[in-house]
């Protein structure tokens, strides 16, 4: 029987473990040959970076094989081409799998899927296999008790309570620390539904997160953490709220953590660093604190928190919300494409300009190109328009005529090009406006069809057009200004 998994991107820290063991996937895939498969570890869920741990190229017979070097049970995230799916992992086991190229059960995406993986042969004593198990007896116990006639009376809390000591009776011999944590902070997700006769939060804080020790490595456990504590800044009390932005105003991580501690489910001192990490993340791209000094407070964390992995994930936050951002340096590119001059993001210096990236294979894109012509004809001269497309499937004649007779720059890449990578595309068209100094001015930009507040990019092009203008017209007037200098 195969055993099914969808994909949830959470938490995999990385917590101190000797010694490592290989664990060895093989498997087979559909429509993927010639192509490269990874196999990621997400290295925290604050911040959502993830680290490339192995690859390998789909042979002819569409099969593939990789090692990866393990020291403990660990969630491995398998990409290929756009397709994403992943596994659960233990050193020294070896996993057989099937990875579709697209999702029978859902409609398909040619901008990226989340698909099941098949399991060829999967043993009871695996972790996946006790986590589907388990996860089947949850699904089933709420399809029968979670209603709402239940929630709104004591059955509901009787039948929870059973259903807690058969867990409990049921998986007391295991000894697998990642699959206790992962079963415990199901349970505590469930004592978050609400229902007659509930846990209060500081009795779920106290029962569940107080002296339990933080499991960086579990999902479930990380998952709850952070949906317990979200916008915590605003959940305290409006005393803590108003020290909170004083601390913030001041750079102080000190005062900042003494504000936190005030509240009773902020005791712990681990939890509360990890919790002002996540707090400052989730305020960052609001106008409620200077952005200035929240990267000061990270910084400062980064550098002399009292917890190793908080440093850690203070580090990857502050690197997660400037690395991209606006006013930031242009992440640099080389871009060969058959062509004898390399294209580098320095060749694009003293000219402002707007990247667009396209899936030919989406009508969206077409669509969009044809509304960015006359952006061009009026702006071209002031931007500087670049296309990139890309070329992960062959494009027909139609597509590729198309597509060469754009009127501007334009660069047929492979989705496997460090450009998209480097500047996080996950989806298409998207767009990147840099500046004529190399630094970000919008990221993600407009495009040229109207957004939420029924604006284009012709609106930022036209002050950009304005201000050079203006510059110019300032410069002129300083030179003949000049002449009659005096000096």
Same mark, same amino acid.
């Given at each position: ?63 593939f094989q990789v090692d990866l070097s393990l020291k403990r049970t660990e969630k491995i995230l398998i990409k290929c081409h756009k ?21 029978? /059960?859902? =409609? ?5 899927? %989340?698909?099941? !993986? ?7 004593? &695996? +972790? @996946? ?41 049921? /998986?007391? =011999? ?5 699959? %206790?944590?992962? !079963? ?7 004592? &978050? +539904? @609400? ?50 932005? %004083? ?137 500087r328009f670049v296309t990139i497309i890309d070329v992960h499937n062959e494009l027909d004649k139609e597509q590729k005529a198309y ?85």
């Amino acid at each position: 029987m195969r055993h099914y998994f969808h994909l949830f991107i959470f938490i995999l820290f990385l917590s101190p473990v000797f010694g490592q063991k290989t664990t060895r996937i093989e498997g087979v895939t559909t429509g993927f040959v010639g192509r490269k498969i990874e196999f990621y570890l997400i290295q925290d869920y604050f911040s959502y970076k993830d680290s490339l741990i192995g690859e390998a190229i789909i042979q002819k017979d569409s099969s593939f094989q990789v090692d990866l070097s393990l020291k403990r049970t660990e969630k491995i995230l398998i990409k290929c081409h756009k397709n994403s799916g992943f596994i659960y992992a233990n050193p020294g086991s070896t996993y057989k799998i099937s990875l579709p190229d697209k999702d029978p /059960y859902n =409609a398909y995406r040619p901008q990226g899927n %989340k698909v099941e !993986i098949a399991f060829l042969e999967l043993p009871k004593t &695996d +972790i @996946n296999f006790k986590i589907l198990e388990f996860d089947n007896w949850v699904n089933d116990f709420l399809g029968v008790n979670y209603n709402r006639k239940m929630t709104s009376s004591l059955a509901f809390s009787q039948q929870l309570d059973t259903f807690k000591l058969n867990v409990d009776s049921y /998986y007391k =011999a295991d000894t697998s620390f990642f699959l %206790k944590t992962y !079963i415990r902070y199901t349970i505590a997700s469930l004592d &978050d +539904i @609400n229902f007659v006769g509930a846990k209060s939060r500081i009795d779920k804080y106290l029962f569940y997160l107080s002296e339990f020790p933080l499991a960086y490595s579990n999902e479930r456990y990380t998952s709850y953490l952070s949906l317990f504590y979200k916008n915590i800044f605003a959940v305290v009390s409006t005393d803590i709220n108003t020290k909170i932005y %004083k601390s913030i105003l001041s750079s102080s991580p000190t005062q900042l953590m003494k504000c936190l501690g005030r509240d009773a489910t902020l005791r712990n001192s681990q939890i509360r660093e990890l919790v002002a990490i996540q707090g400052i993340s989730e305020v960052y791209n609001g106008k409620d604190y200077p952005r200035t000094n929240m990267v000061t407070i990270l910084d400062s964390i980064a550098r002399f928190g009292l917890y190793k992995s908080n440093r850690f994930i203070a580090k990857r936050i502050i690197e997660r919300l400037t690395e991209l951002a606006p006013g930031m340096k242009a992440p640099s590119f080389e871009i060969t494409e058959n062509s004898l001059d390399t294209i580098r993001l320095t060749t694009y210096n003293g000219k402002y300009v707007y990247f667009q990236f396209v899936d030919p294979m989406l009508k969206e894109s077409q669509k969009q190109v044809e509304l960015l012509k006359p952006l061009y004809l009026k702006y071209g001269n002031t931007i500087r328009f670049v296309t990139i497309i890309d070329v992960h499937n062959e494009l027909d004649k139609e597509q590729k005529a198309y597509y060469s007779s754009i009127p501007w720059e334009k660069h047929f890449l492979h989705y496997n090009d460090p450009i998209f990578k480097s500047y996080l595309i996950k989806s298409f068209p998207s767009y990147v406006l840099i500046d004529d100094v190399g630094v970000l001015h919008s990221y993600p930009a407009a495009g040229p069809i109207p957004d939420g507040e029924y604006e284009t990019v012709e609106k930022v092009f036209y002050t950009i057009k304005r201000k050079i203008e203006v510059d110019r017209l300032n410069k002129e007037k300083s030179g003949f200004d000049d002449i009659y200098d005096d000096n």
